[in-house]
Structure formats: C-alpha cells, structure tokens
C-alpha cells in the first residue's frame, strides 16, 4: 500500500503542469528576469507612464473629452452619484447617532 500511494504520488508530480516561464523570474528574486519587474517597480513605471500621458491633457480638461464628450459625461455622472450616495448615507448615519445620542440623554 506504501507503495502504492508513492507511485500514485510520483505519477501525479510527473504530469501536473508546471507554471510557464513568462521571463520576469520567481517574486522576490533580484537577479534575472526583465529590469526592475522582479524587485516591484512595475506599478511606478505604469504610474510614471500614464502620467507623462496625461500630463499634458490634464492642462487643458477640454482636450481630455474632444474625442468621446458622451463617455466622458458618463463617467463624471457615476462618480457624482457615487459620491451622493456616500454623503446621502453619511448624512444618515449622522442622524442615527444623534438621535442615539438624545434617547441616551433624555431617557
């Protein structure tokens, strides 16, 4: 039966697929892989990119929406709603602990 379960053990570690090698090395390793995604300047690099993209758009909001008004409305509604939503249920909250507040001091 030993030998049994090493065998099914060893056949199942034969055939279990491995994870492919995209060339950015094993995380947290330093050496290897593509410059500076192995030690997680990935993201500040994005960030740097979007960045010197938008820079120059973000002077003039205008240019920002030339191409698409429609999407660009639609996003600043959802996030108006988003953020009436949050005040709406801030100011609830608000209220319920005031009035908290006042059944704990009158009564």
Do not use: Y
């Amino acid at each position: 039966m030993i030998f049994r379960a090493i065998f099914w053990i060893g056949l199942v570690a034969l055939l279990m697929p491995r994870e492919p090698d995209l060339g950015f090395g094993r995380p947290g390793q330093v050496d290897g892989g593509m410059d500076g995604a192995a030690t997680g300047d990935v993201a500040s690099d994005v960030a740097g990119w979007a960045k010197s993209k938008l820079a120059p758009g973000l002077a003039d909001p205008k240019s920002l929406c030339r191409f698409n008004a429609q999407a660009c409305h639609a996003g600043t509604s959802a996030f108006d709603n988003v953020r009436d939503a949050a005040m709406h249920s801030l100011s609830g909250l608000k209220a319920d602990i005031e009035a908290d507040r006042r059944a704990r001091n009158g009564g």
